[in-house]
């Protein structure tokens, strides 16, 4: 299994563009990677997903390197309502979702 | 469409009572899941289901049960309940594998 290191927080302020890097070292040919949102007291939302290059969404983009052992996810311009705990996962390939392991997540703070 | 829903919102248990908690999906999704996330840890997963009558065992599926008799409900048990249940409690749901899930609101448990 991939296991993911993220940072454990971020602080910004708005208007700035925020990149949240994960590490996933031992990511395996087919696996996939995916990043969450969770807003406090609710629960959390799909943001995007990706393979390799480069994806990119009406919420953000994600950046994978040609080797993947890594991904950045990238906020334009956040607001005070991007403050959010954000988790990076690996779905293994095939995986029914027995070996989703979510981690502690980024704690990202935006700030006026 | 109401999403992922979850019943209760809150409920307070006194050790070794027994309780039962509602995940409701509309969106006609194959796979259901439980999470509990305590304070400063991320998710983790109980049981998971992929499809009708099925179930199986997530990270920490110890004191739990589930029953997946319609496709659109899934229930999870605490037929014994410990202090060391009381957590967030979160359902998701998703069409096929676990890479796109949705969540619903959580239940918020405690265990005296």
């Known amino acids: 299994l991939a296991k993911t290191t993220q940072p454990i927080s971020m602080d910004s302020y708005e208007g700035q563009e925020v990149n949240i890097t994960c590490s996933h070292n031992?990511?395996?040919?087919?696996?996939?990677i995916t990043w969450y949102q969770q807003f406090p007291s609710q629960g959390p939302r799909f943001i995007i997903q990706?393979?390799?290059t480069k994806v990119t969404n009406e919420v953000a983009s994600l950046f994978i390197p040609a080797d993947r052992k890594s991904s950045t996810l990238s906020l334009p311009r956040v607001s005070l309502s991007d403050t959010a705990v954000y988790y990076c996962?690996?779905?293994?390939?095939?995986?029914?979702?027995?070996?989703?392991?979510f981690g502690q997540g980024t704690e990202l703070s935006v700030k006026p | 469409n109401a999403g992922v829903t979850q019943t209760p919102k809150f409920r307070v248990l006194k050790t070794g009572q027994s309780m039962t908690l509602l995940c409701a999906q509309d969106?006609?999704?194959?796979?259901m899941y439980w999470y509990r996330q305590d304070p400063g840890m991320g998710l983790r997963l109980i049981h998971y289901?992929?499809?009708?009558?099925?179930?199986a065992k997530g990270e920490v599926p110890d004191g739990y049960n589930v029953s997946r008799l319609k496709k659109q409900n899934f229930l999870l048990g605490l037929e014994s309940a410990a202090p060391s249940q009381t957590s967030v409690y979160f359902c998701?749901?998703?069409?096929?594998?676990?890479?796109?899930?949705?969540f619903g609101p959580g239940t918020r448990l405690t265990v005296l």
């Open positions: 998701a749901s998703s069409y096929f594998g676990p890479n796109e899930q949705f």
């Open positions: 031992n990511i395996a040919t087919n696996d996939y």
């Open positions: 990706g393979y390799k």
């Open positions: 996962l690996v779905v293994p390939e095939g995986d029914q979702g027995g070996k989703l392991f």
């Open positions: 969106m006609n999704h194959e796979y």
């Open positions: 289901s992929v499809g009708e009558g099925t179930t």
